[in-house]
T-cell receptor, first 111, second 117 residues
Framework: DAKTTQPPSMDCAEGRAANLPCNHS???????VYWYRQIHSQGPQYIIH???NNETNEMASLIITEDRKSSTLILPHATLRDTAVYYC????????????FGGGTRLMVKP | GAVVSQHPSWVICKSGTSVKIECRSL??????MFWYRQFPKQSLMLMAT?????????EQGVEKDKFLINHASLTLSTLTVTSAHPEDSSFYIC?????????????FGPGTRLTVL
């Protein structure tokens, strides 16, 4: 699976949009971009995934660049409960179904 | 949404004893379950992949005789840490993939915090 690069930490003001970047310059054509988050002392929570089109669900939006070498997870109105470590993972469909976690971005939402 | 539970949520044991952790998929059947370990301030590390009815596949560096995995049914996988030592103290997390998942999401359990004294 392709490697991803994320900033180790970010701050965001409560109520503002949180934009979390991820670089995956070696992504191949059959690899999806997945986002999970982990709130302290809990298991990871699935957020969203996409292949090449932008995606939106009730939690977040995923913007993937045209060349697919990077993506941005957007939390439109961050709340204190969004404070967590956010993991960007690139994985081929059915690639053993395992997820390989990198360091992630520790998002701190501040009042 | 799909729910995965783990039991116990935390356990404290003496060095040399064995501890069993259960992972259950509550509202779906999971052909594959994964076991991860997470040390403080570190990311999740995959330990093994467990397929129902067959032997688990362990990642490099994970001792299969120390971390026994049983996936006897489509809704239950167990991880037994045998002869636990303080260095085994960690946060153990399982995840499950639904039998007919579209999109390949994995659903994670809440984790089990193991402390070995």
């Amino acid at each position: 699976d392709a490697k991803t690069t994320q900033p180790p930490s970010m701050d965001c003001a409560e109520g503002r949009a949180a934009n979390l970047p991820c670089n995956h310059s070696t992504i191949s054509g059959n690899e999806y971009v997945y986002w999970y988050r982990q709130i302290h002392s809990q298991g990871p929570q699935y957020i969203i995934h996409g292949l090449k089109n932008n995606e939106t669900n009730e939690m977040a939006s995923l913007i993937i660049t045209e060349d697919r070498k990077s993506s941005t997870l957007i939390l439109p109105h961050a709340t204190l409960r969004d404070t967590a470590v956010y993991y960007c993972i690139v994985r081929a469909h059915n690639a053993g179904n395992m997820l390989t976690f990198g360091g992630g971005t520790r998002l701190m939402v501040k009042p | 949404g799909a729910v995965v539970s783990q039991h116990p949520s935390w356990v404290i044991c003496k060095s040399g004893t064995s501890v069993k952790i259960e992972c259950r998929s509550l509202d779906f059947q999971a052909t594959t379950m994964f076991w991860y370990r997470q040390f403080p301030k570190q990311s999740l590390m995959l330990m093994a992949t467990s397929n129902e009815g067959s032997k688990a596949t362990y990642e490099q560096g994970v001792e299969k005789d120390k971390f026994l995995i049983n996936h006897a049914s489509l809704t239950l996988s167990t991880l037994t840490v045998t002869s636990a030592h303080p260095e085994d103290s960690s946060f153990y997390i399982c995840s499950a993939r639904a039998q007919e998942a579209n999109g390949n999401e994995q659903f994670f359990g809440p984790g089990t915090r193991l402390t070995v004294l």
